[in-house]
């Protein structure tokens, strides 16, 4: 192999910048032409592909977002767009293709494999951590440490003003920003999709609090179970009284500087990442399970069961009381 490329698909993440500097330099390191891809699957398909160097890719990993840009690409859905993306690969010679993304890009990577004989590999490229078979996702750490700090700020102006507040983070259908960065900001109450919660129970926890004189209450709610002002509402329908507020977190949670753990995951990646395109793998992902770099099969790997760490979930109730 003399040629890979590398791209970022959907949603950005901090440590992508960090991912693309390792895979850059590690590829020219190993003899590779290395290139970049600009905004994505887009990019393959508009044929937005251009040679890297060392210098592209100078003072990037202290920063967030992504400089090859990143979109979410509906017509890659369709196998006549990944066949322009595919000839667009093969009329620069690019055999191997890395792409730092989460599990819509994970799927478009699987079918340049499958339908064309791209050889593709994956570095799990998202916030919301949730991909089953990598314990962390590059991104998540920084998100929860965001998170961490806006719980921090918040609970001085509740403690301040005897206030409940809810705090809404992002995180689709998986509740992992939620639960650690709820753990770790010692939030009283922490809802997240995975599991159902007792709108009554909450009320009442609510009323305990005020009753025996704890001035503040924080409540951190996981986007996929419902909207931060729903909540509000069905807690003042409930009997809570005094002041609500509500703190939606949005965008924020993607950028900033990518973390110490971030910055390390995505050099270990992107290292195992260009090697497994070296000994001419395709059709794989990357990973960290019980602190260990791995790689699965791409289609095994999506085909995974998420699940969630309930008894991590246990400790939070018995510590938010």
Same mark, same amino acid.
Request: with cysteine.
């Given at each position: 192999?003399?040629?890979?490329?590398v791209?970022?698909?959907?949603?950005d993440a901090?440590?992508?910048?960090a991912?693309i500097?390792?895979?850059?330099?590690?590829?020219i390191e190993?003899?590779?032409e290395?290139?970049?891809?600009?905004?994505?699957?887009?990019?393959?398909?508009?044929n937005?592909?251009?040679?890297?160097n060392?210098?592209?890719?100078s003072?990037i990993i202290?920063?967030?977002?992504?400089?090859?840009?990143?979109?979410?690409?509906?017509?890659f859905?369709?196998?006549?767009?990944?066949?322009?993306a595919?000839?667009?690969?093969?009329?620069?010679?690019?055999?191997g293709l890395v792409?730092?993304?989460?599990?819509?890009s994970?799927?478009?990577?699987?079918?340049l494999f499958?339908d064309?004989?791209?050889?593709?590999?994956?570095?799990?490229?998202?916030i919301?951590?949730?991909?089953?078979?990598t314990?962390?996702?590059?991104?998540?750490?920084?998100?929860?440490?965001?998170?961490?700090?806006?719980?921090?700020?918040?609970?001085?102006t509740?403690?301040s003003?005897?206030?409940?507040? +809810? &705090?809404?983070?992002?995180?689709?259908? @998986?509740g992992?920003? !939620? #639960?650690?960065?709820?753990?770790g900001? $010692?939030a009283?109450s922490?809802l997240?999709?995975?599991l159902p919660?007792d709108?009554?129970e909450?009320?009442?926890?609510?009323?305990?609090n005020q009753?025996?004189?704890k001035?503040?209450? +924080? &409540?951190?709610?996981?986007?996929?179970? @419902?909207?931060?002002? !729903? #909540?509000?509402?069905k807690?003042?329908? $409930?009997?809570?009284?005094?002041s609500i507020?509500t703190?939606?977190?949005?965008?924020i949670q993607r950028g900033g500087?990518?973390?110490?753990?971030d910055?390390?995951?995505?050099a270990?990646f992107g &290292?195992?990442a260009?090697?497994?395109?070296?000994?001419g793998?395709g059709?794989r992902?990357?990973?960290?399970r019980n602190?260990?770099i791995?790689?699965?099969?791409?289609?095994e790997?999506?085909?995974?069961?998420?699940?969630?760490?309930?008894?991590?979930?246990?400790?939070?109730?018995?510590?938010g009381?």
């Amino acid at each position: 192999m003399r040629k890979i490329a590398v791209l970022t698909s959907g949603g950005d993440a901090p440590g992508m910048n960090a991912a693309i500097r390792a895979v850059t330099r590690y590829a020219i390191e190993q003899g590779l032409e290395i290139y970049g891809v600009e905004r994505g699957y887009t990019g393959l398909i508009n044929n937005k592909i251009f040679q890297m160097n060392r210098r592209s890719v100078s003072d990037i990993i202290q920063r967030g977002g992504t400089i090859l840009k990143t979109s979410r690409c509906e017509e890659f859905i369709q196998k006549d767009y990944r066949q322009i993306a595919a000839e667009n690969l093969e009329a620069y010679g690019i055999e191997g293709l890395v792409v730092i993304g989460g599990d819509g890009s994970f799927r478009g990577a699987k079918d340049l494999f499958v339908d064309f004989g791209v050889k593709t590999i994956g570095i799990p490229g998202t916030i919301d951590n949730d991909l089953s078979y990598t314990d962390f996702t590059l991104g998540f750490d920084t998100t929860v440490n965001t998170v961490l700090s806006a719980i921090n700020n918040l609970r001085d102006t509740m403690t301040s003003h005897d206030r409940v507040c +809810i &705090i809404e983070v992002m995180g689709r259908k @998986c509740g992992d920003i !939620a #639960l650690y960065a709820g753990i770790g900001g $010692g939030a009283e109450s922490i809802l997240v999709p995975e599991l159902p919660f007792d709108e009554k129970e909450l009320v009442r926890k609510i009323k305990t609090n005020q009753r025996i004189g704890k001035t503040s209450d +924080i &409540i951190v709610l996981a986007e996929g179970v @419902c909207k931060a002002e !729903a #909540l509000k509402q069905k807690l003042k329908d $409930g009997g809570v009284t005094g002041s609500i507020k509500t703190t939606t977190l949005g965008y924020i949670q993607r950028g900033g500087t990518p973390s110490m753990q971030d910055r390390l995951l995505a050099a270990e990646f992107g &290292i195992r990442a260009v090697n497994l395109l070296i000994e001419g793998k395709g059709g794989r992902v990357v990973g960290i399970r019980n602190n260990q770099i791995v790689d699965d099969d791409i289609s095994e790997a999506l085909a995974m069961p998420r699940k969630f760490n309930e008894e991590l979930y246990k400790y939070a109730l018995t510590l938010g009381k």
